[in-house]
Structures are given as structure tokens and as C-alpha cells.
T-cell receptor
């Protein structure tokens, strides 16, 4: 049973560019969230998708946007990259909106902005 | 003041020691409390989940929540080198939804 898979695992971009990160949730999961984890920090909630709609959003600017597809996979897009966007981006899935702490995380996409 | 704070670490202990990891928080609306373990270059994995105040035990792990003091702890008994990881506490106001607030993490090394 495949867990949460993310791609790419590493990428390097320059300031001002745009990036798209991809996530496939664990089998049987329909809810996806994205988190940003800066070096030495805990993950910070970006947003959550359920039924192809953004359901919750954390304190992130509109440069961060997302999408969920009918097969429950998801994309995170970041426009106009800043140096401060360098971080590990984690995708997490759960069986439903009723998370009860049962978030399953992928291994993340490490973004470096130069 | 950050919403969730953890002992900064890093923490090094000998194999077999009892480890205490702690978090404090400021938002009294938090009701759901979790501990995640994150190995290097991996995503976090859920260790313990508790609701409101009290204790919960699972094998070598015990989670404690004291809402009156806004303080939570994770105890690891008979620590093993395989327990070496970063431990993250996380909290939520709601049972549903995934907007968890994480602490910065404490890095633990268990020395053989």
C-alpha cells in the first residue's frame, strides 16, 4: 500500500520564478493538506483540500495556491518565489475531513530559492 | 510569544534512559494534542494523539496533557538508538480539519 508520494524530491529555483509541487495521497484518503517546514522549524499549515475545494487556509499569501484533482491528488503552486520560500514542503493526507490527528505525511519536496 | 514552544534541544541521552519532551502553548482553545516523530529527511509520523487533559500510554510512550497549565509532555521509557529523531508536538482547536499548529521540534539523540 503506497503511502503519500510527492514529487519532485528536490528542486532549485531562482527568485521570481514559479514552482509546482505534486502530491498523491495515501490509498483511500480523500483529504490533502500542505505544510511548509523551514529549516529547524515545525511544519506550518498552508491549506487543505477536500472535494476539489480549498477548505481551510493558513497565514500564507495569495502567491501560494493549490488544486485538487478528481483522483484526490493535489498540486501546490508558488508564484514570484522569494528567498524565504526555501523550505521543505510537506503534503499530508487523511481518510476524511475528520482528521483526529491521523495525518499521514509524505517525505516532502525540498525547494531551494537562489 | 510563539503560539507553541518546545524545549529547544538538542537532547542527548544514553540508551535505556527515560526521556521527557515538553511543549507549552498560549491558545487555551487547543483541545487536541499530538506528538509526531520526524527522522532526518523524512516526513513526520504520528506517535500519539490525545484529547483534553490526562494521560495516554502506548508501549514505551506516554503522553500527558495539562490544559490548566497549557503544558504537554511526551515520555519515552527505555529509550533506544532508533528513537533518535526530532519530536514535534502539534495542537488543534478542532477535531476535524488539518490546521494543526506545530512546535519547532526537539532533536533527540539516544547514544548506544
Amino acid at each position: 500500500d503506497a503511502g503519500v508520494t510527492q514529487s519532485p524530491t528536490h528542486l532549485i529555483k531562482t527568485r521570481g520564478q514559479q514552482v509546482t509541487l505534486r502530491c498523491s495521497p495515501k490509498s483511500g484518503h480523500d483529504t490533502v493538506s500542505w505544510y511548509q517546514q523551514a529549516l529547524g522549524q515545525g511544519p506550518q499549515f498552508i491549506f487543505q483540500y477536500y472535494e476539489e475545494e480549498e477548505r481551510q487556509r493558513g497565514n500564507f499569501p495569495d502567491r501560494f495556491s493549490g488544486h485538487q484533482f478528481p483522483n484526490y491528488s493535489s498540486e501546490l503552486n508558488v508564484n514570484a518565489l522569494l528567498l524565504g520560500d526555501s523550505a521543505l514542503y510537506l503534503c499530508a493526507s487523511s481518510p476524511s475531513l475528520a482528521a483526529t490527528g491521523e495525518l499521514f505525511f509524505g517525505e516532502g519536496s525540498r525547494l531551494t530559492v537562489l | 510569544q510563539k503560539e507553541v514552544e518546545q524545549d529547544p534541544g538538542p537532547l542527548s541521552v544514553p540508551e535505556g534512559a527515560i526521556v521527557s519532551l515538553n511543549c507549552t502553548y498560549s491558545n487555551s482553545a487547543f483541545q487536541y494534542f499530538m506528538w509526531y516523530r520526524q527522522y532526518s529527511r523524512k516526513g513526520p509520523e504520528l506517535l500519539m494523539y490525545t484529547y483534553s487533559s490526562g494521560n495516554k500510554e502506548d508501549g514505551r510512550f506516554t503522553a500527558q496533557v495539562d490544559k490548566s497549565s497549557k503544558y504537554i509532555s511526551l515520555f519515552i521509557r527505555d529509550s533506544q538508538p532508533s528513537d533518535s529523531a526530532t519530536y514535534l508536538c502539534a495542537m488543534s482547536e478542532l477535531e476535524y480539519g488539518q490546521n494543526f499548529v506545530f512546535g519547532p521540534g526537539t532533536r533527540l539523540s539516544v547514544l548506544p
